[in-house]
């Protein structure tokens, strides 16, 4: 019965957000035993009964858990049958059902979309670039950014690649779930607002949500948000938090502010580059590990230089058009 606790406590990670993919395979390899049916119905129960009333209906509770119940069944008959490449891609679809509640999900074959045209979008340095999708929703692309999307949605999602920042104002369809994809993790919402933050040049990855439920899924690992629930991915040491940050913090930069919360310096860097398309080094030997906080309204590019060498032991100068850091 200790198998039974553990998966308790993984159940209840689902319904809170994150998974691991050792988490993943161990209640995986539990339903498809079918050893303990009764007793992991049960324990679905007792998880479910300890979500907030707020969060989900009696309704909606019935129906999530009838389709997770469901969609087990289906895997334990067709898990030979559908080319995953492994557990962690059933953990998925059950924590897509039940932490978020997109419905019954469909066994379908991606088909050939060598037929559709697609756009490709790039934001020079300095610039911001507004656009609406084909569905009608609405994004802002940051700076230095780079997007590419089908001319029309023809699949059971609406997906999008994306290097680069944007804030999404998403429509609304429940049998379309719409699909950001970026190097390190894919964002899923059915209809939403939220931030992305992930140029593959720098050392982190933000996801921030204004309304609605995001699903963040990456190699490892899968996390949900709420408004004003922040995902931290570090591509440095692949650790990944949640907090709780204002999503008009994630978003200062659309009216061309700035705002840093624990910021590598070489993000920062970078951040600063693509905003006042500028160029900046790093010189000298000594390690640059700094984090930078700090919020800026629409402020020069010295103003902020001067703000980082009061803040830290980072000095500047200006040789020609670069700016120099140095300690």
């Not at 001319?151 to 944007?166: C, K, L, Y």
Request: aromatic residues 10%; contains cysteine.
């Amino acid at each position: 019965m200790e198998q039974l606790k553990h998966i308790n406590i993984i159940l209840k990670r689902f319904i809170s957000g994150i998974y691991t993919c050792e988490d993943a395979n161990r209640i995986m390899d539990m339903f498809r035993s079918q050893q303990y049916t009764k007793e992991i119905n049960e324990e679905m129960d007792l998880v479910w009964q300890s979500v907030p009333e707020e969060e989900t209906t009696s309704l909606q509770h019935e129906q999530y858990t009838a389709e997770a119940r469901a969609l087990l069944t289906r895997i334990r008959k067709e898990e030979r049958k559908i080319p995953f490449g492994s557990l962690l891609k059933y953990a998925a679809i059950f924590a897509l059902i039940v932490s978020v509640g997109f419905g019954a999900y469909q066994f379908t074959r991606i088909t050939d979309m060598q037929n559709i045209a697609y756009t490709e979008i790039r934001v020079k340095n300095g610039e911001h670039k507004r656009i609406v999708l084909p569905d009608g929703t609405k994004v802002i692309l940051n700076a230095g950014s780079f997007m590419k999307y089908p001319e029309r949605f023809t699949q059971d999602f609406r997906r999008i690649e994306m290097d680069g920042e944007a804030f999404f104002e998403v429509v609304h369809d429940e049998d379309k779930p719409f699909v950001v994809s970026t190097k390190d993790a894919s964002v899923k919402v059915l209809g939403t607002s939220f931030n992305v933050k992930a140029y593959d040049v720098d050392e982190q990855i933000l996801v921030s949500v204004r309304s609605g439920k995001v699903q963040v899924d990456m190699t490892d690992a899968m996390m949900r948000l709420l408004p004003d629930e922040q995902l931290v991915f570090s591509r440095k040491n692949g650790e990944i938090q949640k907090r709780n940050e204002s999503a008009r913090h994630a978003t200062v930069w659309i009216d061309g502010g700035l705002y840093f919360n624990k910021t590598p310096i070489r993000s920062v860097v970078k951040e600063l580059e693509r905003m006042y398309n500028c160029k900046i080094e790093l010189s000298g030997d000594k390690p640059y590990d700094d984090y930078i906080y700090g919020e800026h309204d629409n402020k020069s590019l010295e103003s902020v230089l001067k703000s980082i060498q009061y803040s830290t032991d980072i000095k500047y100068r200006k040789e020609g058009d670069k700016i120099i850091f140095y300690k």
